[in-house]
């Protein structure tokens, strides 16, 4: 079979194409016939070895997230996935013609996905449903402010918390993108390139700050988040693609009594039980 293959860290020169046997899934595995792979920021950033969690190591296959049809199980699952149209991600491995996944990580694909949405929805989608509702625990009436609103994740985030019933703040850079993030219910929207923009978020929710501010820039904004989280509100950072950011104040924490966590999905969804996994599949 064709893969394309990264044996060491560098620009998309980076990879080639090579050939490999098709591999035999081991027990608890499925060997997927892959449809259509996506290109998730993290396939650039483990390219580059630009990162140090969730990396599989040189040389690897990326393809981050991917859909395809189970056309062989291992032992111990389940004989009637064969044949199912299923979507991975966080398992690499999907730029390639076949690709090994742990069975308990796919997902069946909703009858109405066509290949190339299937591909591509499992890793925002889901990021954005925990987002809201287990690490967030949005509740009707509360405030939610997030960056990046126009990226992926940050439109659905939005429609999320809107069906959550929160009100939503879209933080995102310059008046083009505030102009296309209009169709997806924002109650307010707020270009986080004025320098004013903690000001703005304090303004719009009466002076009392937003309640959850979920952030995937970091950067020189990600202190500044502290100027306008509402006292017990939680900031939630899910990357960094402006830079690292500062020293966080320990007393501006205990000022606000607020919280600060990291997010993933990937380690999230592992660590949770699966408990989400049907209401995320209802939602969708």
Not at 238 to 258: E, R
């Amino acid at each position: 079979m064709r893969t394309a293959m990264i044996r060491e860290a560098g620009g998309p020169d980076a990879i080639a194409i090579e050939e490999c046997p098709v591999p035999e899934p081991n027990a608890g595995e499925v060997l997927i016939e892959v449809a259509y792979a996506a290109l998730n920021p993290l396939d650039n950033h483990a390219r580059a070895n630009r990162i140090d969690w969730m990396h599989p190591g040189f040389p690897f296959v990326p393809g981050f997230e991917y859909a395809g049809r189970v056309c062989a199980v291992g032992e111990g699952v389940d004989p009637a996935l064969e044949g199912q149209r299923v979507a991975v991600n966080g398992l690499w491995r999907g730029n390639a013609e076949y690709a090994l996944a742990d069975a308990a990580r796919i997902e069946q694909v909703p009858d109405a996905f066509d290949w190339r949405l299937a591909a591509s929805y499992s890793t925002c989608a889901y990021t954005a449903w925990l987002l809201v509702h287990s690490a967030g625990r949005v509740q009707p009436g509360m405030t939610v402010a997030v960056h990046s609103a126009a990226g992926a994740v940050g439109v659905l985030v939005t429609q999320v918390a809107k069906r959550a019933g929160a009100t939503v703040i879209a933080l995102a850079g310059g008046p083009g993108k505030l102009d296309w993030l209009q169709p997806y219910g924002a109650d307010h929207r707020i270009d986080y390139l004025q320098p004013d923009w903690p000001e703005q978020v304090r303004t719009a929710t009466g002076g009392k700050g937003a309640d959850l501010i979920i952030d995937g820039n970091a950067g020189d904004n990600a202190l500044r988040n502290l100027a306008c989280i509402a006292p017990l509100g939680k900031i939630i950072f899910l990357g960094a693609t402006a830079g690292k950011g500062g020293d966080l104040s320990i007393s501006a924490l205990i000022g606000k009594c607020c919280a600060v966590e990291g997010f993933v999905q990937y380690v999230h969804q592992a660590h949770s039980g699966g408990r989400e996994k049907a209401a995320m599949q209802e939602a969708l």
